[in-house]
C-alpha cells in the first residue's frame, strides 16, 4: 500500500485499520472527512448497503427489491428548466418545460447538497450516456440510497476500467437528495416536489421524490437538447432492435405502457436497447446501458426474456411479494400499477453489445395503445401519415405510468415523448421526416391496446401473440406484399390478411360514435401545430 494512501481520513466500513486516498469529492461537496463515499460500487456491495435501507431486501430470483416512497411514478408537473442565457432560446417553453429562474436554482441545488452533506454514506456513479463514443456523455450520479445507485448503473453504460481511469470531471451531474423535500415557499415551486435541469451549469437537482425513473428520464431529457443542438443527430423515445441475419434495424415509437420494452426483446433480434436512442449519420445508438421494464403481469410464459431478467443485479420497484418465500407477486398492483424492474442490457440474451448499429432503419413502427377501441391493430403509414402521427403522438395512458392515473387516459404526447422534449416538437419532426426520406424506411402504426371495442364497453386488449405475428410479418416482409383495403374516417391501410392474425381483427368494425369521438380529439390536438405544418401533413388526419 502506498504511503498516501495509509494516510488518508476515510476508512473503509467493515476495515478499520485499512484506509483510502483523501476524495476529492469531500473537499468539493465540502463534505465531512468521515464520509463514507462508494464510487461505483460492485452489485454485491450495492446490496448490502441496500439491505440497510427500510423495506428492502432480496427476491426469490436475486434481484433486490426497493421502495420508492410516496411517489411511484414520474411528476411531470414538477418537472423545471433553469431559464438563462445560453439556453433559454431554444427551450419549447410551456407546460412542459416551465421556467425557474436562477436563482430559485441556487435554492434548490444549495438545498439538495445540504441534505447530502448529512448523509454518512453517499454512492457515486460516473458512466456513459449514449453508446456511440463520438456523440456520448460523460455522466456523474451522486446520491444517498444504494438502490438509486444500483438503478443507475444498470441504466447507464458501464465505462472500462481504463475509461473510468481517465474519466475527468463530467458531462453533467445528478445530485439526487430525494428524500428531502423542496422548499415550497420558493419562487415558483408548487409541491415539496422539483426536477430540475440547469444547462449553463450541466447539473440536474432531485428533491421530494425517490422515484428512480426521474433520473433516467432526466438524462433523457438531457439528451434531447444536447444531440440536436450539438451534433445534428435526432433523440427518439423509442426502442430498438436487429435482424440476425439481415441486420435490418426496427425502431419501436412509444410511451410508456404501449409495448417497446416488450416487443423489442424478440428472441430472433438482437436487441439495441429497449426506450432511449439516437439517429444520426452513422446508424442507431442507444442512449442507456440498461432496461426499465414494466412488471404488472410479467410472466415466464408471455415476456421470458425479461422475466429471466430479474436476477441477482437487478432491481425490482415497488413490487408485492411474499414476506416469507420473497416470491413477487406480478399481478398484485395494490403499492402501484407502475411496477418496474430495471436491469443491464446483458441480461438480456438477444442483447446486442455495444447497444449500437452502423446500419440505418429499414422500418418505423409507432406503437399507440387504444383504449377507445377504435384504430385497427395495424396499418402502413404514407411518409406524410407517418408526420402526422409522429406530431400526434395519440395513446392512452397507462395506469401508474404518472401519478394520479389510476386508469386508461386518452392522450396526446408530441414525437411519442412529449414529456421530455425539451425543443419544439416540429424542430424533432423534420429531423425524422428527412430521414426517413433519405433512407426510404417503411413505416407502420400498430395499436397494441383494445380492438373493436373499447375498454370502457368491456372490449379486450389485442393479444400479445397477434401483435408478435403482425411483427414478424413486417420483418419477414411478408406483410408489405398483402392486398391492402382502406380503413375509413382515419384514411389508414388496413392488410387484407396477416399470417396467424384473424382477418376480423385486422379490420374491425367500430361504432360510428367512437370512431367520430376519436377523430375529432386528433383534430383538435393537431390544431395547435398546424401553423407550423404543410398542407400534406395536415390532409393526412382524419376526415370527419
Not at 419562487?187 to 426521474?214: C, H, P, Q, R
Not at 416487443?263 to 439517429?279: F, Q, Y
Not at 411519442?416 to 417503411?442: E, R
Request: aromatic residues 8%.
Amino acid at each position: 500500500m502506498s504511503p498516501a494512501a495509509v494516510e488518508s481520513t476515510i476508512n473503509f466500513e467493515g476495515h478499520p485499520s485499512i484506509k483510502s486516498t483523501p476524495d476529492p469529492l469531500v473537499k468539493k461537496l465540502n463534505l465531512i472527512p468521515e464520509t463514507i463515499i462508494r464510487h461505483n460500487a460492485p452489485p454485491p456491495t450495492l446490496y448490502e448497503d441496500g439491505l440497510l435501507e427500510k423495506g428492502t431486501t432480496i427476491s426469490s430470483t436475486g434481484a433486490l427489491m426497493a421502495y420508492s416512497g410516496k411517489k411511484t411514478g414520474r411528476s411531470p408537473k414538477d418537472k423545471r428548466i433553469v431559464d438563462e442565457e445560453t439556453s433559454s432560446q431554444n427551450i419549447w417553453w410551456g407546460p412542459v418545460n416551465k421556467q425557474v429562474d436562477e436563482l430559485t436554482w441556487k435554492i434548490s441545488r444549495s438545498r439538495a447538497l445540504d441534505y447530502l452533506r448529512t448523509r454518512e454514506k453517499l454512492f457515486v456513479v460516473d458512466a456513459f450516456a449514449g453508446a456511440d463514443p463520438r456523440y456520448r456523455i460523460k455522466v456523474r450520479v451522486i446520491c444517498a440510497r444504494a438502490y438509486h445507485a444500483l438503478f443507475m448503473t444498470n441504466m447507464l453504460i458501464k465505462p472500462t476500467d481504463e475509461e473510468l481511469a481517465n474519466f475527468g470531471e463530467p458531462d453533467f451531474t445528478i445530485y439526487n437528495a430525494g428524500q428531502f423535500p423542496a422548499n415550497v415557499h420558493t419562487k415558483g415551486m408548487t409541491s415539496s416536489t422539483s426536477v430540475e435541469i440547469n444547462f449553463k451549469d450541466m447539473e440536474m437537482v432531485i428533491l421530494g421524490t425517490e422515484y428512480a425513473g426521474e433520473m433516467k428520464k432526466g438524462i433523457f431529457t438531457v439528451m434531447f437538447y444536447l444531440m440536436p443542438i450539438k451534433h445534428q443527430v435526432l433523440t427518439l423515445h423509442s426502442s430498438a432492435n436487429q435482424g440476425v441475419e439481415k441486420g435490418d434495424v426496427t425502431l419501436f415509437f412509444g410511451l410508456s405502457g404501449t409495448g417497446k420494452t416488450t416487443l423489442s426483446a424478440d428472441p430472433n433480434r438482437k436487441l439495441i436497447g429497449d426506450d432511449e436512442h439516437c439517429w444520426s449519420d452513422h446508424g442507431v445508438f442507444n442512449i442507456e446501458g440498461g432496461c426499465y421494464a414494466k412488471c404488472l403481469d410479467l410472466s415466464a410464459q408471455s415476456e421470458p426474456e425479461i422475466f429471466n431478467s430479474i436476477r441477482f443485479g437487478a432491481i425490482l420497484e415497488n413490487v408485492v411479494y411474499n414476506p416469507e418465500t420473497k416470491v413477487v407477486d406480478y399481478e398484485d398492483s395494490s403499492i402501484t400499477e407502475n411496477t418496474r424492474c430495471a436491469y443491464p442490457i446483458s441480461f438480456i440474451p438477444s442483447a446486442k453489445i455495444p447497444s449500437l448499429a452502423d446500419s440505418h432503419p429499414k422500418n418505423i413502427i409507432l406503437l399507440t395503445c387504444d383504449a377507445s377501441g377504435v384504430l385497427p391493430p395495424v396499418s402502413k403509414l404514407t411518409n406524410d401519415q407517418v408526420m402526422y402521427h409522429f406530431i400526434s403522438g395519440y395513446t392512452s395512458k397507462m395506469a401508474g405510468t404518472e401519478m394520479g392515473i389510476t386508469e386508461p387516459t386518452p392522450a396526446f404526447s408530441a414525437c411519442f415523448g412529449q414529456p421530455f422534449l425539451v425543443l419544439h416538437p416540429m424542430k424533432y419532426a423534420q429531423q425524422l421526416s428527412d430521414k426517413i426520406d433519405q433512407h426510404k424506411a417503411n413505416a407502420w402504426l400498430l395499436n397494441t391496446g383494445w380492438v373493436g371495442q373499447s375498454a370502457a364497453k368491456g372490449g379486450k386488449r389485442c393479444p400479445l401473440k397477434y401483435t408478435r405475428a403482425i411483427l414478424d410479418a413486417i420483418h419477414s416482409g411478408e406483410l408489405a406484399k398483402q392486398e391492402y383495403e382502406t380503413f375509413g374516417t382515419f384514411n389508414l391501410k388496413v392488410p387484407k390478411a396477416c399470417p396467424g392474425v384473424p382477418s376480423e381483427v385486422l379490420n374491425p368494425t367500430v361504432a360510428k360514435d367512437d370512431l367520430s369521438a376519436l377523430a375529432a380529439k386528433f383534430n383538435e390536438n393537431f390544431a395547435k401545430y398546424a401553423d407550423q405544418a404543410t398542407e400534406e401533413v395536415k390532409a393526412a388526419g382524419p376526415t370527419i
